[in-house]
């Protein structure tokens, strides 16, 4: 138990200084500041029991003089400090916040570059709780827990140090009481620590709860989840609620024994104190000054016990902010930047590709060729593989050794931004921001494009029409999600952004699944009106559509089970024939459905 406490405390400490690499680029302003800081606990103490002894001198001897002399040393050492103290604490406060800044612009960062394949396993709200709340709770490791300590490390020297010259007896016994309050406080270190700790991670999970709603706002209502997921929240807000009343529990006991023990220290010194005056070993003005260095010395004593307890939460939250940065799929270091492809060709040998933690494999000993400016659909029932081979081929699986070529050009040796700016993508999510229609569609050019461009882009994805005819047209707002969008409108402005791209490969995944007969028809219209002028993937679901396609790739199980024309395929006895009856089948049945209910 005890090697594993000591571990513990050795990785706290090791995350501790990990977070001062945000630091590092501002490390002088911010010490200095640190510094000028952490005097401000003992110099305002000093300088009111220096103040008091001076004006109890004065009482004593009733010379006004005295007095006089003790406001203006008083005031002066004031103002001084006050002069250095402020742009101290304001340099320290700037540091502060650039470090942070670059913290959350660093998770921001990996947020965006996470593998698909570790955001689908990773919770959205792991995300947003770490830029939004564990980044904030971590950046309290530079500020007052940590000051909080080193404020009365020097508060306890230098103190010390005044008292001992006063008289060595009093520095003694003050030592020693600090020393027992020391101990009393640290027997509550450990547990508020792990009270901080589980806090942390309560809020964590609350923050998820609150993503799921916000995602999953229409499932909730379409399926009356409303009071379970109210129930789930109530029962983390109340975990959190019973972690306070615990931790303030925790808190009332600690000022309680401290409040005690100081009082007992100050009794003990005034005693010890008082017997010095009546001897005639020390002033009484000056047992007046080390009697208020000594319950500060006490104070600074029990106090460090607490405020090392407040460091476990930024410490937690530090451990939460360095795991979300090193977790997940690494990015692939590729040194080769700038290269080019001779053609448009792609080319695959013996591909196969596992998802993490999958416990078989989506592709399987894939072999391919597309010719450049080729129609090619890939169709095959659900789990097939269609999707994740249009996404191995534009790079969104960021592995070593993977057997594709681009014009001769392989994807293990070029940079993966470099091989992605020959690829345009349109899902079948179709994720809209919220902003506005031009701005949406500008996004394909990294929000370069000029009006022109995004016009001409929005004609020929067909959108034009149905962005003028709204009040604002092309500064009409999608809403979140595109929520303000029918689906037909939504598939036209991102084939639109995906033109606006101007590459020579786009890239269809299952775009017109959500999409009603008619504006399927006109989707695919769209992208058959682009033939020739790109290479084209398509993966569907409705074989009719992509009839025309130069090649269809049949996927099962992970394999390619047949390639041809559809003309081909569907003259011989195979699984592409299977799908082409079954789905004229559901049409049938549909279309008899719809006839029924008119």
Do not use: C
């Given at each position: 138990m005890g090697i594993e406490s000591a571990k513990m405390h050795k990785d706290d400490f090791v995350f501790f200084f990990k977070m001062f690499r945000f630091m590092k680029p501002y490390i002088f302003p911010y010490v200095i500041g640190f510094i000028i800081s952490c005097t401000r606990y003992f110099m305002f103490t000093f300088m009111i029991a220096l103040s008091a002894g001076n004006m109890m001198e004065a009482i004593i001897s009733r010379d006004a003089d005295i007095a006089i002399r003790a406001l203006i040393i008083l005031v002066s050492m004031m103002l001084g400090y006050l002069l250095v103290l402020m742009p101290g604490q304001y340099i320290e406060m700037i540091a502060k916040a650039k470090a942070i800044r670059d913290m959350k612009r660093e998770l921001f960062r990996a947020f965006l570059s996470i593998g698909i394949e570790s955001d689908s396993i990773r919770h959205s709200g792991e995300g947003i709780a770490a830029i939004n709340n564990d980044a904030d709770i971590a950046a309290d490791v530079y500020g007052p827990p940590l000051g909080g300590v080193l404020e009365r490390i020097i508060s306890i020297v230098a103190s010390t140090t005044v008292v001992v010259a006063i008289d060595w007896r009093l520095g003694v016994a003050t030592i020693f009481a600090g020393i027992i309050g020391f101990i009393i406080q640290n027997r509550f270190t450990g547990t508020i620590g792990k009270i901080s700790k589980e806090h942390l991670l309560a809020n964590a999970d609350a923050t998820k709860k609150t993503s799921n709603v916000l995602t999953g706002a229409i499932t909730i209502r379409a399926y009356k989840m409303q009071v379970n997921t109210l129930t789930s929240f109530n029962q983390e807000n109340a975990k959190i609620m019973t972690l306070r009343i615990i931790r303030a529990g925790i808190n009332m006991w600690q000022n309680l024994f401290f409040?005690?023990?100081?009082?007992?220290?100050?009794?003990?010194?005034?005693?010890?104190g008082g017997w010095l005056v009546s001897a005639g070993q020390i002033e009484f003005h000056l047992l007046l000054i080390a009697l208020g260095l000594c319950a500060h010395i006490v104070s600074c004593f029990g106090s460090i016990g607490i405020t090392y307890a407040n460091l476990q939460g930024p410490i937690a939250g530090a451990k939460r902010v360095f795991a979300f940065l090193e977790s997940g799929v690494k990015n692939v270091s590729r040194k080769n930047r700038g290269l080019q492809p001779q053609s448009y060709k792609i080319q695959i040998e013996n591909l196969s590709f596992s998802y993490i933690?999958?416990?078989?494999?989506?592709?399987?000993?894939?072999?391919?060729?597309?010719?450049?400016?080729?129609?090619?659909?890939?169709?095959?029932?659900?789990?097939?593989?269609?999707?994740?081979?249009?996404?191995?081929?534009?790079?969104?699986?960021?592995?070593?050794?993977?057997?594709?070529?681009?014009?001769?050009?392989?994807?293990?040796?070029?940079?993966?931004?470099?091989?992605?700016?020959?690829?345009?993508?349109?899902?079948q999510d179709c994720k809209l921001f919220d902003m506005s229609i031009k701005d949406n569609i500008a996004m394909g050019n990294a929000g370069k494009a000029t009006d022109t461009e995004i016009t001409l882009a929005a004609k020929r994805a067909g959108a034009h029409d149905f962005i003028k005819s709204f009040n604002m047209d092309y500064e009409t707002l999608c809403g979140d999600i595109g929520g303000n969008l029918s689906g037909g409108q939504k598939q036209r402005i991102a084939i639109a952004r995906s033109l606006i791209k101007n590459t020579p490969i786009l890239v269809f995944d299952e775009i017109t699944s959500a999409l009603d007969k008619n504006s399927e028809d006109h989707i695919m219209e769209t992208i058959e009106s682009l033939k020739g002028e790109h290479t084209i993937l398509i993966t569907t679901h409705n074989i009719e559509s992509v009839t025309n396609a130069d090649m269809i790739v049949v996927m099962d199980n992970g394999r390619i089970a047949e390639i041809g024309t559809h003309d081909e395929l569907n003259s011989v006895d195979g699984l592409y024939r299977e799908l082409n009856q079954n789905h004229i089948i559901s049409q049938k049945k549909l279309g008899q459905s719809n006839a029924s209910h008119e």
């Open positions: 409040s005690v023990q100081g009082w007992l220290n100050i009794v003990i010194v005034l005693g010890l933690n999958a416990d078989r494999e989506s592709l399987v000993d894939i072999n391919l060729s597309i010719d450049e400016n080729q129609f090619v659909a890939v169709v095959g029932d659900s789990g097939s593989g269609k999707s994740t081979l249009l996404r191995a081929i534009i790079g969104l699986y960021e592995r070593e050794n993977m057997p594709i070529e681009l014009g001769g050009m392989s994807y293990n040796d070029v940079h993966i931004s470099d091989w992605r700016k020959h690829f345009a993508y349109v899902d």
